[in-house]
């Protein structure tokens, strides 16, 4: 029997994916776990792999185009089919696809026009979320996603056009000053337009604060020499995730999801950290970072690191995380308003380290001083308790002894 190759879901919150590179051409022969497809998605570079032995008998859904999970992009034929045996193809968004099996049925009418709604809406989670967090009618949204599906850009669109002064996008708006060169949005780099559209729309505060982190400075020269037999040198950062993972495990609404109209308390701390690579930005993520210690921290951000700028991060590697991190502080940057990283509450930016003269003990000297700056999404997470977590990092940034355990 042919094997449907589908779209899986790598993560909480992936809802589609771009077809980024067929790996195997039609009529080439497959072993189960060869890599067939390239996807990106929610950051997440990966391979789909076949499911069976056979041969890639059709290709539904072309490079470039993005697709939901649960999309069938191909088929595998087994040994004795042919292409006859395989299902009709149906369009989906200029391309073709096949629906992949489903408890409960969905408008499949190729000869519907992606504006055309046929039968019960279909709005995707976040397109209803935003419609929500925007105050747009959710049933007079025209839907151009695939099958009539109402998208994110669709409640975008509907808000605008209901809007008294509407503004228009300046991403539409052309100059008349001679273009150099076009850089097209695309593979990753798209991606993270899209993220970062998502974030710019979730109601957000920023509190910033400073902390002395002289002792945390001179704890982190002492572990030089401790940590040279592992060839690894600390970092400031190091000791920052530590920090962050504690404090989620003391503060659990930190440690949260907002799915819906629901906050998710989480049961596991998985810190994501952010890392700038040639292609754009990448959030590897420290699985269970209160359970490891800090040498164990350490050890592993420098490896996924090294995965990231040679892109080899696994799914796993990438997803689920429940807190990030980013960290301007190599590029003398105190203050700024990081970007959450949806469906987390909260993200903390990590600013400079600077010597800054102070009164200590009733005498003015010279203190190493950390800018930390805490984004939270004020839907789920409000201002005195997002106040108190920033504080706990701060305190456990200005007494390193627990870390000495």
């Known amino acids: ?21 067929w790996l195997k051409t039609v009529g080439e022969s497959v072993a189960k776990g060869d890599q067939l497809v390239e996807i990106e998605s929610s950051k997440v570079n990966a391979e789909v792999e076949a499911t069976a032995d056979g041969t ?22 087994e040994e004795g089919e042919t292409l006859s045996d ?17 408890a409960s049925p969905t408008p499949t009418n190729s000869s519907s026009s992606p504006h055309t709604r046929t039968g019960k809406q279909i709005v995707t989670p976040r397109a209803r979320r935003l419609a929500n967090d925007l105050g ?5 949204v025209v839907g151009t996603g695939p099958s009539g599906r109402v998208t994110e850009d669709d409640v975008k669109a509907a808000n605008i056009s209901s809007s008294v002064s509407p503004v228009k996008d300046s991403s539409t708006i052309e100059s008349s000053v001679p273009v150099k060169e076009v850089i097209k949005l695309s593979g990753l780099r798209s991606t993270i337009a899209r993220r970062m559209t998502e974030s710019a729309t979730i109601p957000s505060v920023t509190l910033s604060t400073k902390v002395d982190v002289t002792d945390t ?20 950062q190091d000791l920052v995730i530590a920090a962050v993972a504690r404090s989620l495990k003391e503060s659990p609404i930190a440690n949260s999801h907002i799915v819906g109209d629901e906050i998710r308390v989480l049961s596991e701390v998985n810190v994501g950290v952010a890392m700038a690579i040639q292609e754009g930005l990448l959030v590897p993520v420290i699985r269970n970072a209160d359970q490891k210690s800090l040498l164990q921290i350490a050890q592993e951000i420098r490896e996924l690191a090294r995965k990231a700028k040679s892109n080899s991060l696994s799914i796993d590697e990438m997803t689920n995380s429940t807190f990030s991190i980013t960290n301007l502080s190599s590029y003398d940057i105190n203050t700024f308003n990081p970007l959450l990283n949806p469906p987390e509450i ?35 997470w409000d201002g005195a308790p997002a106040s108190e977590f920033i504080r706990s990092v701060g305190k456990l940034l200005s007494d390193p002894n627990w870390m000495r355990a």
């Open 1 to 21: 029997m042919s094997a449907p190759i589908i779209l899986p879901q790598w993560g909480m919150g992936m809802n589609d994916g771009e077809v980024v590179k």
């Open 56 to 77: 890639l008998g059709r290709i539904d859904v072309e490079e470039g185009r993005v697709v939901d999970v649960g999309t069938v992009l191909g088929y595998l034929l």
């Open 86 to 102: 395989l299902p009709d193809a149906i369009t989906v968004g200029g391309s073709t696809s096949t629906p992949a099996p489903t």
């Open 136 to 140: 747009v009618d959710i049933t007079t």
């Open 217 to 236: 400075v001179a704890f982190q020269r002492e572990l030089v020499s401790e940590w040279r037999e592992h060839r690894i040198r600390p970092q400031y």
């Open 346 to 380: 909260g993200i903390l930016g990590v600013g400079a380290i600077e010597d800054t003269p102070v009164v200590f003990d009733g005498k003015i000297v010279v203190r190493s001083i950390a800018n930390l700056n805490l984004a939270f999404d004020h839907r789920a």
